[in-house]
């Protein structure tokens, strides 16, 4: 289950509100940055996606120049600005997997992250684009591209706020990297680090094997095989967006 953070999303409606911005991509990242006091620049950084450095008032966001795709590195600085909008220390530093959500450990991180997708997709503006839509890849692309964020990252936004309950997991080389799980979803534990299994068409694109464009319907042992409320007769709705370029996998599950 995403945990919600209201001042985090506080924070990010009232930058939105103070900006006067009323769609996605009216201004860069990068104005909105400078507006606020910060300046933004790329360097080869070793070991983070980017960090920070201010006083209250001014500071300099840092984004790791080697990350490939624009969507990460707009991602990665309006997780920055959170940090500077939600807590005004002087320094932090943040991994990849501060940013793409995997540590679960740490407030600041997390909060970081839920005021960067609420300020890159606020909450009415995903809400009207999303409805009526059916939920499968083709939308989840085309919400990636409205907004001009990841796949990944309109993925655990839908996960959180969209219409229909469902989990999303990322696999990558042959493993379940990690997951999110709407509140709503019936069962709420995908176990992280193990191989994907057999029964799931995830693992045949490990394989090398095609796999279908379209939702099919595969045993729910495949991907909740720890809990007790599922039946070995149980089926989950599957649908798979690869990511050939990171041998990874985004797969979303719903009942």
Known sequence: MIEKDPIAAANAKKLIQTYFIKYPRQYTIEQIINAEGLAYQEENLSGCAGNIVFSERHGVITVNSNIKEQTQKIFTAA?????????RTK?????FED???????????RSANYFASEFLMHQPWFEKYIKGKKLDGRLLKDTASYFNVSLSAAAIRYTDIGSYPCAIAMSTDGKVKWSVINKNFPVQFI????????????????????IPTE???????????????IKDSDRVFEFNIPMKN?????TVLYF
């Not at 990171?246 to 985004?250: A, E, H, K």
């Open 246 to 250: 990171y041998n990874s996998i985004l």
């Open 99 to 109: 940013i793409a959500g995997i540590k679960q450990t740490s407030p600041v991180e």
């Open 79 to 87: 997780h920055e600005l959170g940090h500077f909008e939600n807590e």
């Open 215 to 229: 939702t099919e319907d595969v045993p729910a042992r495949a991907w909740f095989r720890d809990s007790f409320y």
């Open 91 to 95: 320094f932090k530093a943040c991994s």
């Open 191 to 210: 176990r992280w680090g193990v191989k994907v299994s057999d029964l799931s068409y995830t693992s045949d694109f490990f394989k090398g094997d095609e």
